[in-house]
């Protein structure tokens, strides 16, 4: 027998047929919190963290599915938000932990029990009634586990409904539920910075499904979370859900995807598991594509395209090219029934791996002429020929770029569940395309931070949340945004369950 043949077989067949290794874990709970502890960098070679590097690393994400009764939230995104902070400098990590302490979560931690409330997933076992409703409606949706958001001098959790909750950033306390009462029915999980300024945006959909609704976009002088002011709205003709949106120096870019939460459906579910309840359109109806002066809060241009949903937008800019104005927007496409099936911990522990390398996202261009109300979708470059390095999601990119023209964005490419690649995208020289991976070790979004001072839109770090399956453990990754390879990592005293998005602060806080 041919053992050089066999060996190189089982070495191929190894990562296939072991691929979860440490899975399980990453998928699970983490309830121990914790304060300032004390971790040291450990450099690759002779690489260095640089000095310039000063300031806190907020991740937000999901880290308790239970209260140790037995209920069980059975899709990830339900599970209660953890912040994680990482206060950062050269010589190394001081870590700390806490979940935020919303109403709902108190009622839940007192109770010992997942009380009734709104849910996106399944509850297992689920035995609410409509005796339950009343407070399934009474404690709302309020765990927000997705984004973190320093608006003026304030820090908020926030998901893709209107309530957010503010939260002391030194000591990660819950300070308030926040209702902003302007009449919404949903918002945007990420807040966008205008261009040029400290204010930021948002939108909101206001009235009644089925009925009448509205999109209106809000202004935030300064990040001032509780004095809104109206840019502009715009009437449309079907739900839809709306998890980001673009800012050029001089527009808001808004996709209306045609999706969205069926309320019949809802009632029936008695407000919980509402997944169940997500109606696609998308067969015979298109999704339009709005943009909205930031000045004037005029529509300037409606166009459509063809039924799509996007997760997130990578950026947008504007250029002008033969006496026509023209939007750029780049953007991750998902496939619409992403929203259930790829947050649901059963279906994610039972994958199994074909060896495939590519999954069914779609990062797309779309060149919106605002000049002849026209708009045209193209795809990236790619000339390496490995199609994940067009299918990530969680894209940032170097904040200095955001709402202008660009060429580097980076994200996380998650292959057939258990491999993910985290990607450098080189959008003007995909020959340039760089990946990071090692086998059982599972990432999140990489996020840019820029050298002070830089010439070089990729001259910076990245910062990234890794768990090695392997120990179980979890370290804070530092990659140079030149070559893309290791600088250091911190090994964290706690692992970091599938985590969300983060933030950067400049700042100690």
């Known amino acids: 027998m041919n053992f050089s043949i066999l060996l190189f077989s089982i070495i191929f067949c190894l990562p296939l047929a072991f691929g979860q290794v440490g899975f399980k874990k990453w998928l699970g709970d983490n309830i121990n919190e914790f304060e300032n502890i004390e971790v040291a960098w450990e450099v690759e070679g002779d690489k260095s963290v640089p000095e310039w590097l000063s300031g806190t690393y907020l991740k937000n994400g999901p880290a308790i599915s239970n209260f140790g009764g037995e209920k069980q939230y059975a899709n990830l995104v339900d599970g209660w938000g953890k912040i994680n902070k990482f206060n950062i400098d050269s010589d190394g990590v001081k870590v700390s932990a806490k979940f935020l302490r919303t109403p709902t979560f108190v009622k839940c931690e007192e109770a010992h029990e997942i009380v009734p ?35 003026g001098n304030e820090f908020i ?153 996007a997760t997130h937008h990578i950026n947008a800019y504007e250029t002008f090219e033969e006496d026509s104005e023209k939007v750029v927007v780049d953007l991750v496409r998902a496939p619409w029934y992403a929203l259930a099936n790829f947050t649901d911990r059963d279906a994610m522990l039972n994958w199994e791996d074909s060896g495939s390398m590519s999954n069914s996202f779609i990062l797309s261009r779309y060149t919106i002429d605002i000049t002849h109300n026209e708009v045209v979708e193209s795809a990236w470059s790619n000339d390496l020929d490995i199609p994940y390095l067009n299918q990530f999601d969680f894209p940032l990119i170097n904040p200095e770029y955001e709402g202008r023209p660009y060429c580097y964005a980076y994200g996380q490419a998650i292959v057939e569940q258990f491999r993910q690649y985290l990607v ?25 931070i820029p050298r002070p001072g830089a010439e070089l839109e990729d001259d910076g770090v990245l910062l990234v949340t890794v768990m090695n399956g392997l120990t179980e453990s979890s370290y804070l990754l530092l990659l140079d945004g030149l070559t893309f390879e290791t600088i250091a990592m911190a090994h964290l005293p706690e692992f970091i369950p599938m985590s969300i998005h983060a933030t950067w602060v400049p700042e100690q806080v």
């Open 157 to 309: 959790a926030s998901t893709d409904l209107p309530i957010i909750n503010i939260f002391n950033v030194t000591s990660l306390e819950h300070i308030q539920l926040f209702d902003p009462k302007l009449g919404s029915t949903a918002s945007s999980a990420h807040w966008r910075r205008e261009p040029g300024t400290n204010n930021m945006l948002n939108v909101h959909i206001q009235g009644t499904a089925g009925i009448w609704e509205s999109i209106h976009l809000y202004r935030y002088p300064d990040g001032d979370l509780h004095h809104p002011e109206e840019v502009g709205s715009f009437h449309i003709t079907h739900s839809t859900m709306i998890h980001m949106f673009s800012v050029t120096e001089n527009y808001a870019v808004i996709f209306v995807y045609p999706i969205g939460i069926d309320g019949g459906c809802a009632m029936e579910h008695l407000l919980h598991n509402l997944m169940e309840c997500v109606h696609w359109k998308g067969e015979k109806t298109s999704t339009d594509i709005v943009v909205m002066s930031l000045k004037s809060g005029e529509v300037v241009s409606h166009t459509y395209t063809e039924g799509i949903y």
């Open 117 to 151: 409330h709104i849910t996106l997933g399944p509850i297992v076992p689920d035995d609410w009634t409509l005796a339950d409703l009343a407070e399934i409606g009474s404690n709302r949706a309020d765990n927000t586990a997705v984004t973190i958001t320093r608006m």
């Open 424 to 448: 450098k995208k080189n959008i003007c020289d995909s020959s340039q395309d760089k990946v990071w991976f090692v086998e059982n070790h599972y990432t999140g979004e990489p996020f840019f």
